[in-house]
């Protein structure tokens, strides 16, 4: 807290600090997985949080200040789990600076490897919407460029893909290959959320 009054003192208007799982006690079998994927997107420090700064924005750990939170609210067209935050920060971005420190605060809301599946398979509705709401700034990531690709396959196919990658990521020991697997099918349900919003169109 002393940190963020010394940028709040120093005409800062967004400070994000970043999470760490230093001073969490869950730390066995069950929640590894959950451990491991924070590790490849979460814990990150500063100067690589601070090259894509929306990007890391978590509210977990964050000094907003009061009026820009007022003027930016988050958008309520975002319903359940997922992206609310975000894309929050990338309208945000668009107007003030988020810096970023390495000032961390421990998170405590560990989850195991099946609710982290679950919270993902939940969160694809916002992710379209998000994607959605900002093509042209999401249009370079990875897994955009993938599901583009995806796309093209047929919805039946589709479905098989889904129903393969989920046995093998609840069967698989190996916390590496689980989180591929777990990106592969969020990758897969993202295509199949797509083609379906394209045929109700």
């Known amino acids: ?13 967004i400070v994000c600090g ?13 929640y590894s997985f959950y451990l491991y994927k924070s ?7 500063a100067d690589r949080r601070q090259s894509i700064p929306w990007r890391y924005l978590f509210t977990s750990n964050v000094m907003v200040r009061r009026q820009v939170a007022r003027t930016v609210p988050f958008d309520s067209r975002f319903a ?32 195991t490897k099946k609710q ?5 398979r939940q969160s694809i509705d916002n992710y379209v919407l998000f994607l ?18 995806l796309k093209f396959l047929p919805t039946p196919f589709l479905h098989v ?26 990758m897969v349900l993202l295509a199949k959320a797509l083609k379906s919003c394209r045929h109700h169109r």
């Open 1 to 13: 807290l002393h940190r963020y009054i010394e940028y709040a003192e120093g005409g800062s208007d």
């Open 18 to 30: 970043g999470i760490s799982y230093r001073q969490c006690r869950q730390k066995d079998g069950d």
């Open 39 to 45: 590790s490849q997107t979460e814990v990150v420090a």
């Open 80 to 111: 359940g789990y997922g992206f609310v935050d975000i894309e929050w920060a990338l309208r945000l971005s668009t107007l003030y600076k988020i810096e970023h420190i390495d000032n961390t605060c421990t998170h405590m809301g560990l989850q």
């Open 116 to 120: 982290t599946f679950s919270k993902m």
């Open 132 to 149: 959605s709401l900002h093509p042209r700034q999401t249009a370079d990531s990875a897994a955009v460029k993938v599901t583009r690709v």
């Open 161 to 186: 893909l889904d129903r393969g990658l989920t046995l093998v990521f609840i069967t698989v020991g190996s916390d590496y290959l689980s989180f591929i697997f777990y990106q592969c099918d969020k």
